[in-house]
């Protein structure tokens, strides 16, 4: 069954202090990691698709990477507007993303 | 920038009421879909729909719900009798190539 998992649940931290958050998945035939930014009450936003373990894509303070089990979202001198839930997902197919729980990032000043 | 929008914002029914929730993806999207996300929990997979059918359903999409594309734009979907467990925000999301984007979700509460 395919599966993501997100650690930490909840994560935060100083204005300027860099850190990961973690995304664990077992999926057959991996066709995409996805990454997405929740804020309250919105809906998620588009940040990276990755496909192959080694592969890394960058978006301002944002930095993701992949490998055969897991993904990490780098987070570089975040700033208080990065405070979001961060959303992992996975796609077997062409079909469906399964998603995790996310982790909620509180980044203060 | 193109994005997919979402009608209504927040809907408000009684249950056994049937609701319709109303998405325009982006214009050049092949790739449509339903998600929803109960409050607190994780984001589901609801339904896939590419060529006027669709490709894939999960176990939550039963015979109460339906998706159509009545014209070239506006994909929408259809609860017939709603239920209280019904309520989340319900997105809906287009792809292109490896890219899937979410709109803003319609709110729903059943009582």
């Known amino acids: 069954e395919d599966q993501v998992t997100q650690s930490p649940e909840a994560l935060r931290l100083q204005e300027g202090e860099s850190s990961s958050l973690n995304c664990s998945y077992t999926?057959?035939?991996?066709?995409?990691l996805f990454w997405y930014r929740q804020d309250p009450g919105k809906g998620p936003e588009f940040l990276f698709t990755?496909?192959?373990a080694g592969e890394e894509k960058e978006k301002e303070r944002l930095k993701a990477t992949l490998t055969k089990k897991e993904s990490f979202l780098h987070i570089t001198a975040p700033k208080p507007e990065d405070s979001a839930t961060y959303l992992c997902?996975?796609?077997?197919?062409?079909?469906?993303?399964?998603f995790g729980a996310g982790t909620r990032l509180a980044v203060h000043p | 920038e193109p994005e997919v929008t979402q009608t209504p914002s927040h809907q408000v029914t009684q249950m056994g009421q049937e609701v319709i929730l109303r998405c325009v993806p982006i214009?050049?999207?092949?790739?449509f879909y339903w998600y929803r996300q109960i409050l607190g929990q994780k984001v589901e997979f609801l339904v896939s729909?590419?060529?006027?059918?669709?490709?894939?359903k999960s176990e939550i999409f039963d015979d109460q719900f339906s998706v159509e594309r009545p014209d070239g734009s506006n994909f929408t979907l259809k609860i017939r009798s709603t239920k209280l467990e019904d309520s989340a925000m319900y997105f809906c999301?287009?792809?292109?190539?490896?890219?899937?984007?979410f709109g803003e979700g319609s709110r729903l509460t059943v009582l």
């Open positions: 999301a287009s792809r292109v190539r490896g890219e899937l984007f």
């Open positions: 999926v057959s035939g991996l066709r995409g």
């Open positions: 990755l496909y192959s």
């Open positions: 997902a996975v796609s077997g197919g062409y079909n469906k993303l399964i």
């Open positions: 214009s050049n999207h092949l790739y």
């Open positions: 729909f590419y060529n006027n059918e669709i490709s894939e």
